[in-house]
C-alpha cells in the first residue's frame, strides 16, 4: 500500500533534493552527543490491567509486540535491536527514571506521571515519550510512553482501535505506537517544526531537516515512520520506511545472533522517586487538526553520572 503525504502547505521554502539517500534525525543530548541504548536488547513492560476501549489487553499487547518487532532483527537483519514488549498487570504506574520502560495509557488525567499538580499535556496530543539519556555519554537508561486514552466529560476523547479490522473506529494504535518506539530508540522526528526544543536539526549526515510547513515535502520524509503527523485512517507507519529502516542498522548494527546480554526482566515497582516536573521542558502540542492526528514528540531528560 503506498504511503500518502499528509500535509498540503501553502509557503514554499523548501527545494526537493534529487538523488537523496536514506535519511534520519537522531535524538541529542544538550552537549551534541547523539543518544542510544548501550544494550541493544530492551524490554518494555506494558501495563494492560483496565485498558481503554475499543481492544481488549490481548489485543492491545499483540498489536504492541508487532511494533516492536518491526523495529527487531528478526524484521531487520542488519539490526542488532532486539525489542520486545511484555504484559504488567497493573492499570497505571508512575514513570520516571527508574531502568523500567513503561507504557501506560492516562485515562483519568492526561499529565505526567498522571499528576495534574506538576502540569499536564496539550488535551490534544496523542501520546508522549520521555527519553532519559546521560549528558556526557548519550546512553538511554530509561524510557517510557504514556498515551492519551482520556475521555472528557462532554464525552470525547480518542478511541485506539486496530484500524486494518476496524475501520473508521478511532486512531490505529499499531502505527502510533510503532513511531513512539522509534522515540524510545532515541530518533527524532524527520523534519524540523517551530515547537521542536533546539532552533534546528540536522540529519545524520550533517544537512539541515527540512520544515515540516516548507512546502510539499518529498515522499521520502512525509511517508517515513519518523514524520511527526498522520492521517486518523493511516496504518502505513506500521511497517518501516527505508529511512528508518537505515537509521536502526546504523546506530545499533547486527553483531550478534543472540542478545549478548538480555533485557533485564522487569519485576514491577517504581521505587526511584520522580523526575522534576515536565512542565517548562518543551512539550510539543502534536496536534489533532480536520483529521490530522499529531503524534507526540520526545522529551528528553538529561542525566549525569
Not at 83 to 99: F, K, Q
Request: glycine share 8%.
Amino acid at each position: 500500500m503506498r504511503r500518502r503525504p499528509i500535509l498540503v502547505l501553502a509557503s514554499l521554502g523548501c527545494v526537493l533534493l534529487s538523488g537523496r539517500t536514506e535519511a534520519y534525525v537522531r535524538t541529542q543530548t544538550s552537549t551534541g552527543i547523539f543518544v542510544a541504548w548501550k544494550n541493544p536488547c530492551i524490554e518494555m513492560r506494558f501495563m494492560l490491567g483496565a485498558p481503554p476501549p475499543l481492544l481488549t489487553a490481548d489485543q492491545y499487547l499483540a498489536a504492541a509486540q508487532h511494533a516492536a518487532a518491526v523495529w527487531s532483527h528478526d524484521e531487520v537483519a542488519c539490526s542488532d535491536l532486539r525489542l520486545t514488549v511484555v504484559a504488567d498487570p497493573a492499570a497505571d504506574a508512575i514513570t520516571g527514571n527508574d531502568h523500567q520502560n513503561m507504557i501506560v495509557f492516562r485515562q483519568d488525567t492526561w499529565c505526567p506521571r498522571g499528576d495534574a499538580a506538576v502540569g499536564c499535556y496539550p488535551a490534544n496530543a496523542l501520546a508522549i515519550t520521555t527519553v532519559w539519556k546521560n549528558k556526557q555519554t548519550g546512553e538511554i537508561p530509561d524510557a517510557d510512553i504514556e498515551i492519551n486514552a482520556v475521555t472528557t466529560t462532554a464525552g470525547t476523547g480518542f478511541q485506539w482501535a486496530d484500524i486494518a479490522s476496524q475501520p473508521g473506529a478511532g486512531i490505529d494504535f499499531q502505527n502510533m505506537l510503532t513511531h513512539e518506539l522509534g522515540h524510545v530508540l532515541g530518533f527524532s522526528h524527520n523534519c524540523y517544526t517551530p515547537s521542536d526544543s533546539v532552533p534546528s536539526l540536522v540529519d545524520h549526515t550533517g544537512a539541515a531537516t527540512l520544515s515540516c510547513y516548507g512546502g510539499t515535502l518529498p515522499a521520502e520524509v512525509a511517508e517515513a515512520t519518523m514524520f511527526p503527523s498522520v492521517d486518523r485512517s493511516d496504518i502505513s507507519r506500521r511497517t518501516l520506511s527505508p529511512d528508518d529502516q537505515q537509521a536502526v542498522c546504523d546506530v545499533y548494527p547486527y553483531t550478534h545472533d543472540a542478545c549478548p546480554i538480555p533485557a533485564p526482566p522487569s519485576t514491577g515497582g517504581c521505587s526511584l522517586a520522580p523526575a522534576s516536573p515536565v512542565a517548562g521542558h518543551g512539550v510539543a502540542p502534536w496536534l489533532v487538526l480536520v483529521g490530522i492526528g499529531w503524534l507526540g514528540r520526545r522529551k528528553n531528560k538529561g542525566l549525569t553520572r
